[in-house]
């Protein structure tokens, strides 16, 4: 039996109001998933965007050479770094 008394439905005795008995928490939980769900769209989209995951994945030389262009070392430096770098990839294999 289904009787309505102020607002609320009765069914067999159990009382439901307009939030199905969650209240104010169901609610809270729905903005806070809202929420969520916009800032996970906005983490995404920045960082789909290349410039948060993109990764330069420079080799040792490279870098060596990309510092001798802008003259942070010397000639002699460079060439000394430079070696060190090609005999520890034989040695190593890299």
Known sequence: ????????????GVGWDH????GWGGM???WLMMIGLVLLIVWIARASDGTATTTHHRSPLDVLAERFALGEITSDEYEYRREVLVQSRKKFGK
């Not at 939030?19 to 969650?22: L, R």
């Open 1 to 12: 039996m289904i009787e309505i008394a102020g607002g609320v439905v009765v069914a067999d």
């Open 19 to 22: 939030m199905n008995g969650w």
């Open 28 to 30: 809270a939980m729905g």
